[in-house]
């Protein structure tokens, strides 16, 4: 019994690092929420940071339902997954990089300009995690290393609520800290910049989505 809550506590304790790391590894997620924060505002950053999280859902069910290896070995799926999803960020880099320049975006320190509705900047962070084939290998990783047969459907519940609150915790901080006044201000002199320079990271994790191997 004291094995048991040491290898639970274990366990979760694995799951809240891995978390951690996971969301903070620079990453096509990354770069979507810094580029809606910079490009439009604050609450377009904070919806994709809320796609994310909840796209973090739909690796824990099919990982649950144990599709995971099935899209992790079977070659078919898992490169029309990696493919649609690099196809995906290749174009929004293009976007980003090609885009008009919002250059005047503040009055008194309120936004002035929205280009963005609330549900595109969520539908362009949940796209761009459920479309990464690399969180298909990170929840295959976890759910065949940590996760048994005798993991109660309850803690593997609590394990995807743990993955997904900390991705959306670090993705909001994430919007918070690009989209302030102040960064904002020094932004908007090397706006053009910026924005090529986020547009070909895009370009550059597609094409290395593109070539990811499941395994």
Do not use: C
Not at 7 to 21: K, M, R, V
Not at 56 to 81: D, E, M, N, P, R
Not at 166 to 190: C, E, N, R
């Amino acid at each position: 019994m004291e094995l048991s809550i040491f290898t639970g506590s274990t366990n979760f304790l694995a799951i809240i690092s891995i978390s951690i790391f996971m969301a903070i590894s620079p990453g096509p997620d990354f770069f979507m929420v810094s580029r809606n924060s910079i490009l439009y505002n604050k609450i377009a950053g904070i919806y994709s940071a809320l796609g994310i999280s909840l796209s973090i859902w739909i690796h824990v069910a099919y990982s649950i339902a144990g599709l995971a290896i099935l899209i992790a070995k079977s070659i078919f799926v898992f490169t029309l997954i990696k493919y649609i999803g690099a196809a995906y960020l290749i174009f929004m880099g293009f976007k980003t990089i090609f885009s008009k320049s919002n250059t005047k975006r503040f009055t008194n320190q309120k936004t002035t300009s929205t280009n963005i509705s609330k549900l595109k900047a969520f539908k362009i962070g949940f796209i761009t995690n459920a479309l990464n084939p690399k969180a298909t290998i990170f929840f295959l990783s976890i759910f065949t290393q940590i996760v048994t047969v005798d993991t109660t459907l309850t803690v593997q519940i609590i394990y995807g609520v743990i993955i997904s609150v900390t991705h959306f915790v670090w993705f909001y901080g994430v919007a918070s800290f690009f989209s302030h006044p102040k960064i904002l201000d020094k932004f908007q002199k090397f706006q053009k910049r910026i924005e090529t320079v986020v547009g070909i990271a895009l370009i550059l994790f597609g094409l290395k989505v593109a070539f990811t191997k499941s395994n």
